[in-house]
């Protein structure tokens, strides 16, 4: 195998970004590097987020995003700046070669053209032996399927929120 692996975990259900994370964990435990980059996340206050210090030097999570979602039917150019920076942060983070970069919520920002899939796939071309990227989010590009070594789809069957269970800190952020 020439080059690191590249997994995605899409689909409409819950458990993307948590998976990815826990890959990143289990690499820690080992000692080795996982950098989560969040693509459309600017929130501070997610559990993953607050762990960094603790996780440290092995963890790693930057954040490119607005606090605010976005409008996908009508992203602001902010939108476009933050996904761009967090490409080229992801560039420079390869080349620490990492046991895990995880690109969160980047197959979501494909999908709706806020990061340009070939920039991805461009991205991919050039992953270390020693890593593995890890892609979440809903609505997978089907290029970027079609260069993955293993793709896991989240299927929704139900949720609390159906019961309007608000999202509950430590489990949903």
Same mark, same amino acid.
């Given at each position: /195998?020439?080059?690191? /692996?590249?997994?995605?975990? &899409? ?28 693509? /459309? ?11 960094? +210090? ?16 976005? +409008? ?6 902010? +939108? ?8 080229? #942060?992801?560039? @420079? ?10 690109? +969160? ?12 899939? @070939? ?5 991919? @071309? ?25 793709? &896991?789809? /989240? ?5 609390? #929120? ?12």
């Amino acid at each position: /195998m020439a080059g690191g /692996m590249v997994y995605i975990y &899409t689909g409409e259900g819950e458990g993307k970004t948590t998976n990815a994370l826990g890959l990143a964990l289990r690499a820690v435990g080992h000692g080795y590097s996982a950098v989560i980059i969040q693509f /459309m996340k600017g929130r501070k206050y997610i559990g993953e987020y607050k762990i960094k +210090d603790r996780l440290a030097p092995e963890y790693e999570i930057h954040q490119f995003g607005r606090e605010e979602f976005i +409008d996908f039917r009508n992203p602001v150019p902010l +939108d476009y700046e933050l996904a761009g920076k967090g490409l080229e #942060f992801a560039k @420079e983070a390869l080349g620490k070669k990492p046991r895990i970069l995880v690109l +969160d919520e980047i197959n979501l920002a494909a999908h709706f053209g806020i990061v340009k899939t @070939e920039d991805i796939l461009k991205l991919l @071309e050039d992953i270390p032996e020693e890593t593995t990227v890890i892609l979440t989010g809903r609505r997978a590009p089907e290029e970027l399927v079609e260069r993955a070594d293993l793709v &896991t789809e /989240m299927k929704f069957v139900k949720h609390p #929120f159906e019961k309007k269970v608000p999202a509950r800190e430590g489990l949903e952020y």
